[in-house]
Each structure stands twice: as C-alpha cells, then as structure tokens.
C-alpha cells in the first residue's frame, strides 16, 4: 500500500504564498484518487481539495476555490497543492490523503491511506 509524506509547510504572511507536496512510495500512485484536508486546532478536519487519477477531475471546498490549486505528476509519485492569497483562516495541519481506485470525493471516510501532516501557518 502507499505511504505518504508531506512536505512544504511554514510560516508565511497573510497574501503569501505556498506550495506542500505530497510523495507516495509504493509503484501504484496513479491507481489512487489524492486529496488534501486540513484541520484546524480545536476544529474538525475539513476537505480541501482532490484529483482523480488521472489528473482530469478536480474538486475544491468552496472556501479555497479560485486560491489553491491541486496537481498531480504520476511519474514523480507526487501531488501537490498550491496555495496562494493565503489568509490568517488557512492556518491549518495539512494532511494528503488517498483513495486506491475511487472517484473524486470530499468525505474523508473514503480516502484508506493518510500521510502525517504538515504545518502551514498564515500570520495576519
């Protein structure tokens, strides 16, 4: 199965911008729809974005739509997110998430793997 690690997380000023990545091990990445989610201290963990497998489908929650963008590249294992106009209400644990063979989804009960997460900060 694949594992997950996130990375590109920090500090930066709110208008800032960010890119996390998301590298998987294991030789099936394209075979798993990807996501991100994040959580909030003291607030459940939320959708944030996904891609299916093959990178055609795109979904994004309503409040990072037009500011992040998710991507993928197969041959590197990796799916990233980008994240730009950051505001004080991004700060946020960021976590990717995959689904083996699914279709492109918001819950996150669907998504079996989940990488340790990774920091991102927005100061106003």
């Known amino acids: 199965q694949v594992q997950l690690v996130e990375s590109g997380g920090g500090l930066v000023q709110a208008g800032g911008s960010l890119r996390l990545s998301c590298a998987a091990s294991?030789?099936?990445?394209?075979?798993?729809?990807m996501a991100w989610f994040r959580q909030a201290q003291g607030k459940e963990r939320e959708f944030v974005a996904a891609?299916?497998?093959?990178?055609?489908?795109?979904q994004y929650a309503n409040s990072v739509k037009g500011r992040f963008t998710i991507s993928r590249d197969n041959a590197k294992n990796t799916v990233y997110l980008q994240m730009s106009s950051l505001k004080p209400e991004d700060t946020a644990v960021y976590h990717c998430?995959?689904?083996?063979?699914?279709?492109?989804?918001?819950?996150?009960?669907?998504?079996?793997?989940w990488g340790q997460g990774t920091q991102v900060t927005v100061s106003s």
């Open positions: 998430a995959a689904d083996f063979g699914g279709r492109v989804r918001s819950e996150e009960y669907v998504y079996e793997r």
């Open positions: 891609i299916s497998r093959s990178g055609d489908v795109i």
């Open positions: 294991g030789h099936t990445f394209s075979a798993y729809v």
